[in-house]
């Protein structure tokens, strides 16, 4: 499996970013497609997840800021950030856990900073 993100960057504290991920390989029906982020000292953290059900999970301090889609037949999940605050600054990596077959597959990772 192989995740390839876009997006990411430089935005001053209020604004907003979007991340987008493609998967591609093996992808079986039973999936779950997740964005995690890492700050730097910290460990990485589950920011975003979404079931191919549609069925949406997120981090408390990103409820109502962020929103997390997937569009099933082309294997993409989007992350919608908005009113990005300084301590979203992080790595954020995509995720595709497709536990049922042992597969918990990573993206490269992109940058995102906040500024104050």
């Known amino acids: 499996v192989q995740l390839q993100g876009v997006g990411g960057g430089l935005v001053q504290a209020g604004g907003s970013l979007r991340l987008s991920c493609e998967a591609s390989?093996?992808?079986?029906?039973?999936?779950?497609m997740a964005w995690y982020r890492q700050a730097p000292g910290k460990q990485r953290e589950l920011v975003a997840g979404?079931?191919?059900?549609?069925?949406?999970t997120y981090a408390y301090s990103v409820k109502g800021r962020f929103t997390i889609s997937r569009d099933n037949a082309k294997n993409t999940v989007t992350l919608q950030m908005n009113s990005l605050k300084p301590e979203d600054t992080a790595i954020y990596y995509c995720?595709?856990?497709?536990?049922?077959?042992?597969?918990?597959?990573w993206g490269q990772g992109t940058q995102v900073t906040v500024s104050s």
């Open positions: 995720n595709l856990a497709q536990f049922r077959v042992g597969y918990n597959d």
């Open positions: 390989g093996s992808i079986f029906s039973i999936n779950t």
């Open positions: 979404i079931t191919r059900g549609g069925t949406e």
